[in-house]
């Protein structure tokens, strides 16, 4: 026991090389014991890079991490026994069952009575028991991945994007899952491209860009944070709206159903801009004012562009 | 690095696996269990005959005498010829050509004449002669010849009553006379276990490797000698079986006198280590799954041609031989050969020596290179 008892997870100035790359870039952040930290970033960020050396499986260029109080690059035996781990793309034995799978893997870590009825009902794949594991669908594999990774009962579990690749009802089905451990007090550590899977899953959600932190917060004090503009969308089918719009020093934009939408600062440019269309003769036949969504937010954090002009954002030199 | 600690649980749950993924997969089964049985059947049936063969002889007795008939009786006796008489009205090359037969014997007219007055020891008599109408084309037409003129020779030889001068007397530097398939068996069962542990061992590591569940293992308390050994004692059950398999089905179809000792199994654990261990270098070295394979092949064939598998080395040029004593199959197929042929326990134990170090140093690098524990890609 070390006075850091608190944390499950410390990393400090983690920084991984490979030729010519840095593929994790001096990144420092804690995990407390029961928190659920979410890696969030687009691909080839350094996410995979990251829990992999958290993992003990990747060692890290310079920087320290420990887990449960050890060295990660020390204790990897005394580590492992007691972390869980989905690894990206989960895959198994083809011609082995879920059952056997989990028996399998139960053995690997030895001596406990593992309760493998117990795992196979908490990832709803009790009436699979017996299908081997190339016959289940992408849904079922990652969810008996999950089951997998409890099977020593770890303190952390790691989840290398659970839910890439999965349809909108598998990614549900996953997050059933995910709040399910989440309520029994596990920490989590999961990586993931999106937002809304992090906001409702985390409690703190780092999110990565080259290998580097670019913002770390609550997914609402994210939120709040960045996202301090309006957007505003008008149904028209009049091209004269764009241009009004432009003329204004504005960046209209398309989105993907043909509508306009701006991003705006202030709440008195909305009514500029809609008394600049109507003086401009032109006429539209909906209006939508809202405040950005998680996903706008993450893309302004991962979008250079933007990184360059949001101040306090860019990490200090 | 972690390299002493051995988990038996953890070898146990391996083999379990590796079992069950091999009994579901029927082809594999297939290649794995009844491809070197029928190997052993065909080549052997083929080799069978030729120790003991047993030729058609068409003859066409022109003469009809009680002389021609004993010769033909006497030819019959020798029990290397099944008999066949021809209508001495037929024209006899017609016939062969018409028959598809490679070899007829004419005994003339006048036989028994002719022979009499040999007999009454006029030395300027000529000798009776037989023609053979022969096809030179033919396969093994030759040998077939040889045969019957080594009869005729034993009959001569007889019928003027002289001892023969010279004779010579077969001594084998074993201890008993063997038969090819005797030579044969015990190749193959080295070919077989070489082949299996070498691919069985490339296959599936460069399979769970490019899956992925290497990395997945890695996550877990295997070692990478513990991953090793379960490679390395699940395709010694499986060479244990299939072993077993080819030497019931070889003493059941052709009752060969093969000693079993435990030189054989000392022999096929060896084999396993050094080409599980073989096949878990090319793994790591070969980047890709393909490479791995192809490389499995390249030091494959001429491990099976040259190192005295299918024929013994000594039919090949001298280079070829000093080229087949660097290859370790060489050395499993001798000391196989020196158990279960010869019973000679200091050629084993030679063999044995070799092998035994060859597969030392490739598990020891097998350990080294595999990725388990190790730093993924
Ligand atoms: N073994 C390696 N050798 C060289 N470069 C590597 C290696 N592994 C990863 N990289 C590089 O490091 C960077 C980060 O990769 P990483 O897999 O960590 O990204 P990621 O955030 O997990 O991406 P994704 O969302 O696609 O999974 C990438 O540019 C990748 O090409
Ligand atoms: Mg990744």
């Given at each position: 026991?070390?006075?850091?008892?608190?944390?499950?997870?410390?990393?400090?100035?983690?920084?991984?090389?490979?030729?010519?790359?840095?593929?994790?870039?001096?990144?420092?952040?804690?995990?407390?014991?029961?928190?659920?930290?979410?890696?969030?970033?687009?691909?080839?960020?350094?996410?995979?890079?990251?829990?992999?050396?958290?993992?003990?499986?990747?060692?890290?260029?310079?920087?320290?991490?420990?887990?449960?109080?050890?060295?990660?690059?020390?204790?990897?035996?005394?580590?492992?026994?007691?972390?869980?781990?989905?690894?990206?793309?989960?895959?198994?034995?083809?011609?082995?069952?879920?059952?056997?799978?989990?028996?399998?893997?139960?053995?690997?870590?030895?001596?406990?009575?593992?309760?493998?009825?117990?795992?196979?009902?908490?990832?709803?794949?009790?009436?699979?028991?017996?299908?081997?594991?190339?016959?289940?669908?992408?849904?079922?594999?990652?969810?008996?991945?999950?089951?997998?990774?409890?099977?020593?009962?770890?303190?952390?579990?790691?989840?290398?994007?659970?839910?890439?690749?999965?349809d909108p009802l598998a990614r549900r089905a996953m997050w059933e899952v995910l709040l399910d451990l989440k309520k029994k007090g596990k920490t989590l550590f999961l990586t993931t491209h999106y937002m809304e899977e992090a906001e409702l899953l985390a409690d703190t959600v780092a999110i990565v860009k080259k290998?580097?932190?670019?913002?770390?917060?609550?997914?609402?004090?994210?939120?709040?944070?960045?996202?301090?503009?309006?957007?505003?969308?008008?149904?028209?089918?009049?091209?004269?709206?764009?241009?009004?719009?432009?003329?204004?020093?504005?960046?209209?934009?398309?989105?993907?159903?043909?509508?306009?939408?701006?991003?705006?600062?202030?709440?008195?440019?909305?009514?500029?801009?809609?008394?600049?269309?109507?003086?401009?003769?032109?006429?539209?036949?909906?209006?939508?004012?809202?405040?950005?969504?998680?996903?706008?937010?993450?893309?302004?954090?991962?979008?250079?562009?933007?990184?360059?002009?949001?101040?306090?954002?860019?990490?200090?030199? | 690095?972690?390299?002493?600690?051995?988990?038996?649980?953890?070898?146990?749950?391996?083999?379990?696996?590796?079992?069950?993924?091999?009994?579901?997969?029927?082809?594999?089964?297939?290649?794995?269990?009844?491809?070197?049985?029928?190997?052993?059947?065909?080549?052997?049936?083929?080799?069978?005959?030729?120790?003991?063969?047993?030729?058609?002889?068409?003859?066409?007795?022109?003469?009809?005498?009680?002389?021609?008939?004993?010769?033909?009786?006497?030819?019959?006796?020798?029990?290397?010829?099944?008999?066949?008489?021809?209508?001495?009205?037929?024209?006899?090359?017609?016939?062969?050509?018409?028959?598809?037969?490679?070899?007829?014997?004419?005994?003339?007219?006048?036989?028994?004449?002719?022979?009499?007055?040999?007999?009454?020891?006029?030395?300027?008599?000529?000798?009776?002669?037989?023609?053979?109408?022969?096809?030179?084309?033919?396969?093994?037409?030759?040998?077939?010849?040889?045969?019957?003129?080594?009869?005729?020779?034993?009959?001569?030889?007889?019928?003027?009553?002289?001892?023969?001068?010279?004779?010579?007397?077969?001594?084998?530097?074993?201890?008993?006379?063997?038969?090819?398939?005797?030579?044969?068996?015990?190749?193959?069962?080295?070919?077989?276990?070489?082949?299996?542990?070498?691919?069985?061992?490339?296959?599936?590591?460069?399979?769970?490797?490019?899956?992925?569940?290497?990395?997945?293992?890695?996550?877990?308390?295997?070692?990478?000698?513990?991953?090793?050994?379960?490679?390395?004692?699940?395709?010694?059950?499986?060479?244990?079986?299939?072993?077993?398999?080819?030497?019931?089905?070889?003493?059941?179809?052709?009752?060969?006198?093969?000693?079993?000792?435990?030189?054989?199994?000392?022999?096929?654990?060896?084999?396993?280590?050094?080409?599980?261990?073989?096949?878990?270098?090319?793994?790591?070295?070969?980047?890709?799954?393909?490479?791995?394979?192809?490389?499995?092949?390249?030091?494959?064939?001429?491990?099976?041609?040259?190192?005295?598998?299918?024929?013994?080395?000594?039919?090949?040029?001298?280079?070829?031989?000093?080229?087949?004593?660097?290859?370790?199959?060489?050395?499993?197929?001798?000391?196989?050969?020196?158990?279960?042929?010869?019973?000679?326990?200091?050629?084993?134990?030679?063999?044995?020596?070799?092998?035994?170090?060859?597969?030392?140093?490739?598990?020891?690098?097998?350990?080294?290179?595999?990725?388990?524990?190790?730093?993924?890609?």
């Open positions: 026991m070390t006075q850091n008892n608190k944390y499950s997870i410390e990393v400090h100035h983690l920084t991984k090389h490979y030729k010519g790359l840095s593929a994790v870039d001096n990144i420092s952040f804690t995990v407390e014991k029961g928190e659920v930290f979410a890696l969030l970033g687009p691909n080839g960020a350094g996410k995979t890079t990251t829990v992999e050396i958290l993992n003990t499986i990747r060692t890290p260029t310079s920087g320290k991490v420990m887990l449960l109080g050890m060295d990660v690059t020390e204790k990897k035996y005394d580590i492992i026994p007691r972390i869980g781990v989905l690894p990206q793309g989960f895959s198994s034995f083809d011609r082995i069952t879920v059952k056997e799978t989990l028996q399998y893997y139960s053995r690997l870590f030895c001596c406990r009575k593992p309760d493998i009825d117990g795992l196979m009902a908490l990832v709803n794949l009790k009436d699979k028991a017996a299908v081997q594991y190339k016959n289940l669908s992408g849904g079922l594999k990652q969810r008996l991945g999950i089951a997998v990774a409890l099977v020593n009962d770890p303190e952390i579990v790691f989840l290398d994007e659970p839910t890439t690749g999965l290998g580097k932190i670019t913002a770390m917060d609550s997914p609402g004090e994210l939120i709040e944070n960045n996202a301090h503009h309006l957007v505003v969308m008008l149904k028209s089918v009049d091209e004269t709206v764009f241009d009004i719009v432009e003329k204004m020093g504005f960046a209209p934009d398309y989105d993907s159903h043909g509508h306009i939408t701006v991003r705006l600062t202030h709440t008195d440019d909305v009514r500029r801009l809609l008394n600049a269309v109507r003086d401009g003769g032109a006429s539209f036949t909906g209006l939508d004012v809202r405040k950005p969504n998680l996903e706008e937010v993450f893309l302004k954090l991962t979008d250079d562009t933007f990184l360059k002009s949001v101040a306090g954002i860019e990490e200090a030199p | 690095m972690n390299l002493r600690i051995i988990h038996a649980n953890i070898i146990r749950a391996n083999i379990i696996v590796s079992i069950k993924s091999f009994y579901r997969e029927k082809t594999v089964v297939f290649f794995r269990i009844a491809f070197p049985v029928i190997l052993i059947l065909v080549f052997g049936t083929i080799f069978m005959e030729r120790d003991n063969e047993i030729f058609e002889l068409s003859i066409q007795d022109l003469d009809r005498s009680m002389s021609s008939e004993q010769l033909v009786a006497a030819l019959d006796q020798s029990e290397r010829f099944n008999i066949t008489p021809v209508s001495p009205d037929a024209d006899a090359k017609q016939y062969a050509r018409d028959n598809h037969l490679n070899l007829i014997v004419i005994i003339p007219e006048n036989f028994e004449m002719s022979l009499m007055k040999k007999m009454a020891a006029d030395p300027f008599e000529t000798p009776v002669t037989l023609t053979k109408v022969y096809d030179p084309g033919a396969f093994g037409v030759t040998t077939k010849i040889g045969v019957l003129d080594m009869a005729l020779a034993k009959i001569n030889q007889e019928m003027s009553g002289k001892p023969p001068l010279i004779v010579s007397e077969p001594v084998s530097i074993l201890k008993k006379k063997y038969r090819f398939i005797e030579f044969f068996v015990p190749g193959i069962i080295a070919m077989a276990v070489m082949t299996a542990s070498l691919f069985g061992s490339v296959n599936v590591n460069a399979e769970l490797l490019q899956k992925g569940v290497i990395r997945k293992l890695s996550t877990t308390p295997i070692t990478r000698i513990d991953w090793i050994l379960s490679n390395v004692l699940y395709q010694f059950i499986l060479a244990v079986v299939s072993t077993a398999v080819m030497l019931l089905v070889s003493y059941a179809v052709f009752k060969v006198s093969l000693e079993i000792n435990a030189w054989l199994v000392v022999f096929v654990a060896l084999d396993v280590f050094a080409f599980v261990g073989l096949g878990m270098i090319l793994t790591r070295v070969a980047r890709e799954a393909e490479s791995a394979s192809a490389a499995a092949d390249a030091l494959m064939f001429p491990m099976m041609f040259l190192s005295g598998t299918f024929f013994p080395v000594e039919m090949m040029p001298e280079f070829l031989q000093t080229f087949a004593r660097i290859l370790p199959l060489y050395y499993v197929n001798e000391g196989l050969r020196a158990a279960m042929i010869a019973v000679d326990h200091t050629a084993a134990l030679k063999s044995a020596l070799i092998i035994g170090a060859f597969a030392a140093v490739v598990f020891v690098l097998g350990i080294m290179t595999t990725r388990i524990g190790g730093e993924t890609p």
